[in-house]
């Protein structure tokens, strides 16, 4: 079986690790890799021992399976033998006609963000492995830019008091967030509409805001629901009240297969103070922040916004090797004595599967 692992033309992460070549190797797979794939996350050619460094063309028309961060275009797709597994991130619940696309071109394509958050598939789980890199990110990023300290200062100069943070959204970045800004010595508050956060955020010792009336999903699913605009909006007046002390805000509030809700308008970051820090991670998906533009650092009334969702591509070392890491796991469950079986009864590949295939 011959896994082709292309480089990514926009983002400096690569999917596969050079110890993975090892790994795939005793579970009967060869990697074949793009010439140059792993330098943009330090990983030089060299250090693939074992793998075949091919061309990008030569690459995806000998591969069995194609393994990527991003999804490859449609006219790359059409290098591919028919019946070629594609892994990827397909992000199927933003795209209706994605399956069908995919059928088309016939291959059987595994979409690796939709692997379920249970705790079996928690070692092959890449949106907790980038959401933590984010959290942890999103934090350094504000500490850059703001123009003050995170910590409690006692010098013979005088006394700075700690930085405040807001986190909206606890989930795996979020808590992540809050982990580091702690570590960094700031003060933090959180907010989250599922109330199983408020554990989660209180041992990690920040205070967890609540606003009464949060709609949570019925079916005790992990994610967070869509909540009415009446909530939004006594969400939003305790947001403010909060944001005007705050000197940094971190907002990572998703609805999965929905647009980001708005918890930060234009009247909260006016009513903040001068050189405070907004960092988005939900800009990619409309944002939780009115005035933040996706992939940009802006300025509004002396408040720097930075919008980016994919902060993990920051640090493309630690990530790639997480991220291969992930799919090595993923990977031993798709193969059995050397040889690729697709198990229907397994929840773990029957989520992530995009393609038909017969059962
Ligand atoms: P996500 O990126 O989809 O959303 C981020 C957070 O935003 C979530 O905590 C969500 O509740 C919150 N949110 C949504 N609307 C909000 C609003 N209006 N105000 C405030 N917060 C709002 O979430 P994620 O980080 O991908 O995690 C999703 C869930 O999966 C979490 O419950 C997490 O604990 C769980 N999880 C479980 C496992 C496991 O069991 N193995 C692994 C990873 C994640």
Redesign the pocket.
Known sequence: MKLAVPSEPNDPRVALAPNAVEKLSDIGIRVLLENGAGTKAYFADEAYEGATLLSRKELLTAADMVLSIHPLSDEEMDLLSKGTVMISQFQPFNDRGLAKRLQKKGVKAFSLDMIP???A??SM?I??SM?SIAGYKAVLEAARYLPRYFSMMITAAGSIRPAKVLV???????LQAIATARRLGAQVEA????S??REEVESLGAKFVVVEGAKEAADEG???VD?SEEF?KR?RKEVQERAQKADVIIT?????GSKA?L?VPAETIDAMRPGSVIIDLASSTGGNVELSEDNAVVERNRVTIVGNSYLSALMPQDASQLYSNNVVNFLKLLMEEATLRINMDNEIIRNTLVTEEEE
């Open positions: 958050r249970s705790t598939a928690q789980d949106l907790s959401g909206l959204g606890a989930g795996v970045a979020g907010f989250d509409t599922r199983a956060a992990v994610y967070a909540q939004l969400q990572t509030a998703q609805v999965r809700p918890l």
